[in-house]
């Protein structure tokens, strides 16, 4: 479980069911709290220098989510769909959001689930055909639901709309609060996996792969619809190699199930750092898809 060394709140949050339970979950723990005015625009967040990005990783930061634009996606959603977190506690030395962190790579959570949900069933019920919709864009709502349970009040809320699909990917496994549930094949949860040293020298505090593997076929054993992330394919030395036998690997341990209806995405990165220690100098910050 995640346990933060500062929460940073807005004071707004306590008009939220969901906000009063996170203040009340954490002021039993004994963790330090402070008011602040606006989640998107913290100074001492920003003002600090890459040296304690570690450090500032280990704050937790809960608002109310202001934004609620969807934005046409046409990949493996119609949208992207501001949802109920931003950033995360994991360190993958290629993410966006890590790139930029002083602005929002830190996990950010919205306790306004209410409305973002009721925008989401809205917009479905009005299409002529059944959307789908990605809510983990800028996230991973696996990791998130440890701490606030959201994906089940998610599952449980969206699914009895029975119109429309929500999606998103993860990096993580623990998914075994969301395995009893009534999801109706409403729900794709799309898996991202890579070569065991790259999760562990790259993507950094995220589940090594064979967690990753078990909870693909703990999902579609209990009939989620699966998605398989082989991304980002980073071109380090011997790549091809490495992933070649990534997917042998993945042939000998997904399940008969899974192997016979996922999806594969693939999504190819040109990467380089020169340190594998965060610092001012050589943290990366430049990527390219191509």
Not at 5 to 22: A, D, R, S
Not at 190 to 203: A, C, F, H, L, Q
Request: positive net charge; hydrophobic residues 35%; charged residues 25%.
């Amino acid at each position: 479980m995640f346990v933060p060394n500062l929460i940073l709140y807005e004071e707004n949050i306590k008009n939220y069911e969901l906000g009063k339970t996170l203040l009340d979950k954490y002021g039993k723990m004994n963790i330090e709290m402070r008011t602040i005015e606006n989640h998107n625009n913290i100074l001492e967040m920003r003002e600090n220098p890459n040296k304690n990005f570690p450090k500032l990783k280990r704050n937790l930061i809960i608002g109310v989510r202001k934004t609620h634009k969807f934005v046409p996606n046409h990949k493996t959603s119609d949208f992207l769909v501001p949802y109920t977190s931003s950033g995360c506690t994991a360190m993958c030395l290629y993410c966006y959001l890590v790139c930029n962190y002083n602005k929002c790579s830190y996990l950010r959570l919205f306790v306004n689930r209410e409305e973002m949900l009721d925008k989401i069933i809205k917009t479905s019920n009005k299409s002529e055909k059944e959307l789908t919709f990605e809510i983990g864009s800028n996230s991973d709502l696996i990791l998130e639901n440890t701490i606030t349970g959201n994906l089940e009040w998610t599952i449980e809320n969206y699914v009895p709309n029975n119109y429309g699909y929500l999606t998103f990917p993860t990096k993580f496994d623990m998914v075994d609060s969301i395995l009893s549930l009534n999801h109706n094949g409403r729900i794709i949860i799309r898996m991202s996996v890579n070569p065991d040293e790259i999760i562990k020298k790259i993507e950094i505090g995220t589940s090594f792969l064979d967690k990753r593997i078990e909870a693909i076929n703990k999902l579609k054993e209990a009939g989620y619809k699966i998605g398989i992330l082989i991304a980002p394919i980073i071109l380090v030395e011997n790549w091809k190699t490495k992933y070649e036998e990534l997917i042998k690997y993945l042939d000998a341990k997904l399940s008969k199930k899974v192997k016979q209806d996922a999806f594969f995405e693939l999504i190819f990165m040109t990467y380089s750092y020169v340190h594998r220690k965060i610092n001012e100098e050589a943290f990366p910050r430049c990527y390219q898809f191509i």
